[in-house]
């Protein structure tokens, strides 16, 4: 297969077939479109993730389970490789580049750019399977605040970008997905017994992920400012408070974990 045939098979699959080209959000008609869906979804998993950690499940074979993790997460890296060449691959057939930070004021909620971000939104839902793997594996002290706290707002986030087509959602979803694909690179590697050297690496990426939102946020305030404005201005604030708290949050967990303190504390313990 030459290049171009890679590329342009890669180009029906991912933007021009049917069902992505013709993808429209229908609130209230399109799965998990409506703020019910949304709300029962949330306060499930909150609920759920309370209960059950708080339960003594019976328990399962650890063999068993980290199959099922190392299947999971495998899953979600393909998904997150295919979201992000999918949503770049998309973003080239936009009419203009800066579509990528800033679309247009009303901007319909369909085609191909509105599909992966509705994939993306389904896969947060996805996601919180990795709650409950924690809980059977009985590591608790896995289940932070930071954990629960971002695998139930980030459906929110998804959901408001799809509601109000949110401008910088093409470079957020690039840069997460893209980050995933190493996250759970990792997650699997542990599931599969091979603990990797790398971990920092990940928190790394994912800390340039969150400082990356804020220049890509800037960019649009900048654009709509000073250009005919740029969709999803209101939903806007809520991208601020939600990657500044998740920014705080991460790097409390990287100086814990990789920090000059726990270096100290692995010296004396030694
Ligand atoms: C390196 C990190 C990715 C993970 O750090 P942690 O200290 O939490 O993880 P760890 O080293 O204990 O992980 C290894 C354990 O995870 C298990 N494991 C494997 N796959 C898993 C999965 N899909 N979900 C949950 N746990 C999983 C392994 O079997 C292993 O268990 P065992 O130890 O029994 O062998 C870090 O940067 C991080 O994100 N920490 C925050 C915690 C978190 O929940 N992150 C993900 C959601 S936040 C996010 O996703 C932000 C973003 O958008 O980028």
Same mark, same amino acid.
């Given at each position: +297969?030459?290049?171009?045939?890679?590329? *342009?098979?890669?180009?029906?699959?991912?933007?021009?077939?049917?069902?992505?080209?013709?993808?429209?959000?229908?609130?209230?008609?399109?799965?998990?479109?409506?703020?019910?869906? !949304?709300?029962?979804?949330?306060?499930?998993?909150?609920?759920?993730?309370?209960?059950? #950690?708080?339960?003594?499940?019976?328990? @399962?074979?650890?063999?068993?389970?980290? #199959?099922?993790?190392?299947?999971? #997460? !495998?899953?979600?890296? @393909?998904?997150?490789?295919?979201?992000?060449?999918?949503?770049?691959?998309?973003?080239?057939? $936009?009419?203009?580049?800066?579509?990528?930070?800033?679309?247009?004021?009303? /901007?319909?909620?369909?085609?191909?750019?509105?599909?992966? =971000?509705?994939?993306?939104?389904?896969?947060?839902?996805?996601?919180?399977?990795? /709650?409950?793997? @924690?809980?059977?594996?009985?590591? @608790?002290?896995?289940?932070?605040?930071?954990?629960?706290?971002?695998? $139930?707002?980030?459906?929110?986030?998804?959901?408001?970008?799809?509601?109000?087509?949110?401008?910088?959602?093409? =470079? %957020?979803?690039?840069?997460? $997905?893209?980050?995933? %694909?190493?996250?759970?690179?990792?997650?699997? *590697?542990?599931?599969?017994?091979?603990?990797?050297?790398?971990?920092?690496?990940?928190?790394?990426?994912?800390?340039?992920?969150?400082?990356?939102?804020? %220049?890509?946020?800037?960019?649009?305030?900048?654009?709509?400012?000073?250009?005919?404005?740029?969709?999803? &201005?209101?939903?806007?604030?809520?991208?601020?408070?939600?990657?500044?708290?998740?920014?705080?949050?991460?790097?409390?967990?990287? &100086?814990?974990?990789?920090?000059?303190?726990?270096?100290? +504390?692995?010296? $004396?313990?030694?």
């Amino acid at each position: +297969m030459e290049m171009n045939d890679i590329t *342009s098979t890669l180009q029906y699959w991912l933007v021009n077939h049917p069902a992505i080209l013709n993808f429209t959000w229908n609130p209230g008609q399109t799965l998990g479109s409506s703020p019910h869906f !949304l709300t029962f979804t949330v306060l499930s998993y909150l609920s759920l993730t309370f209960m059950l #950690s708080h339960l003594s499940l019976p328990p @399962i074979k650890p063999s068993l389970l980290k #199959s099922i993790t190392a299947v999971h #997460s !495998l899953f979600l890296l @393909i998904l997150s490789f295919i979201m992000a060449l999918g949503c770049i691959l998309s973003i080239f057939q $936009a009419p203009h580049l800066h579509w990528i930070i800033c679309l247009p004021p009303q /901007t319909p909620p369909k085609g191909p750019l509105f599909f992966w =971000a509705y994939i993306f939104y389904i896969s947060k839902v996805i996601e919180f399977i990795d /709650t409950l793997l @924690i809980i059977l594996s009985n590591s @608790i002290k896995r289940l932070t605040f930071l954990h629960v706290y971002h695998h $139930a707002t980030v459906v929110i986030m998804c959901y408001i970008w799809l509601q109000t087509s949110q401008s910088l959602f093409p =470079a %957020v979803l690039v840069t997460n $997905a893209s980050v995933h %694909v190493l996250m759970y690179a990792y997650y699997l *590697s542990c599931a599969l017994g091979v603990r990797p050297k790398w971990k920092k690496l990940v928190t790394d990426c994912q800390l340039v992920q969150f400082y990356s939102s804020f %220049v890509v946020l800037g960019l649009m305030l900048y654009y709509h400012f000073t250009g005919l404005g740029c969709s999803g &201005a209101w939903s806007w604030c809520f991208n601020v408070v939600f990657f500044a708290s998740l920014l705080a949050l991460f790097a409390d967990f990287h &100086a814990k974990n990789y920090g000059k303190l726990k270096t100290k +504390m692995a010296g $004396a313990t030694n």
